[in-house]
């Protein structure tokens, strides 16, 4: 049983550059969820897609944050114009969602840290 | 809106004895509760997760926690701790709705310290 992954586990980038992060769920898991981890506090929510649809977006989600789930499986996080207050962990998760169930249990991967200088 | 406090940022148990790490919530109704670990370099991981049903509930390594309505809290307790378990330490709600639901609050965390 594979996680979830995450790539590239770190990244260092420049003021104004752009970044890519990729997440890729456990393989039956229909929802994918995209959360920001700053140091010190706990992780907080930033958007989710069930399959190729994004359902929910964070007021954290500024126009600079685009996140695509083209074909339902694996996840792009890009952020442009990055800032210095871009610097965080960003984990992904994923939980198979089905209208039957009240139940549900988020995995996450082990994050992508985001360094600004 | 929810939101979740954990009062204590830092906690320092001895190996051994015994550990209580608080949460409180706040929201109208029940929402599901969940507590996760986090180590250094490593994912979160769940330790155990409150719906419904008894408010006594057992999770992974050892952990426990109780849900109590009237204090609007959901405290995570283990008997006796091990080194290993020096970690950080979440506690989460979510909203359920028809709908599925959609992302998890979190709390701030508590830094757990072991010492030997």
């Known amino acids: 049983d594979t996680g979830v992954s995450q790539d590239p586990r770190h990244k260092i980038t420049k003021r104004g550059q752009n970044v890519t992060f990729r997440c890729d769920p456990i393989?039956?898991?229909?929802?994918l969820y995209w959360y920001r981890q700053t140091l010190g506090q706990g992780p907080e929510f930033l958007t989710y897609?069930?399959?190729?649809?994004?359902?929910?977006k964070s007021r954290l989600l500024s126009d600079r944050f685009s996140a695509e789930r083209p074909k339902g499986s694996f996840s792009t996080l890009e952020i442009q114009r990055t800032e210095q207050g871009d610097s965080a962990m960003y984990l992904c998760?994923?939980?198979?969602?089905?209208?039957?169930?009240?139940?549900?249990?988020?995995?996450f991967g082990p994050g992508t840290r985001l360094t600004v200088t | 809106a929810q939101s979740v406090t954990q009062p204590d940022i830092h906690i320092t148990v001895s190996e051994g004895a015994s550990l209580e790490l608080r949460c409180n919530y706040s929201?109208?109704?029940?929402?599901?509760l969940f507590w996760y670990v986090q180590s250094p370099g490593q994912g979160l991981q769940l330790l155990l997760k409150?719906?419904?049903?008894?408010?006594l509930v057992q999770g992974i390594k050892g952990f426990e926690a109780e849900f109590k309505r009237s204090q609007s809290s959901f405290n995570l307790r283990k008997p006796s701790v091990h080194w290993s378990d020096a970690a950080e330490y979440f506690c989460?709600?979510?909203?359920?709705?028809?709908?599925?639901?959609?992302?998890?609050?979190f709390g701030k965390g508590t830094h757990l310290i072991i010492q030997p």
């Open positions: 393989s039956e898991h229909n929802r």
């Open positions: 929201y109208g109704a029940t929402p599901y």
């Open positions: 989460a709600v979510v909203l359920y709705s028809g709908g599925g639901a959609d992302g998890l609050t």
């Open positions: 897609f069930q399959n190729e649809a994004q359902l929910e």
């Open positions: 998760a994923s939980s198979f969602f089905r209208p039957s169930s009240n139940f549900y249990e988020q995995y």
């Open positions: 409150y719906f419904s049903g008894d408010t």
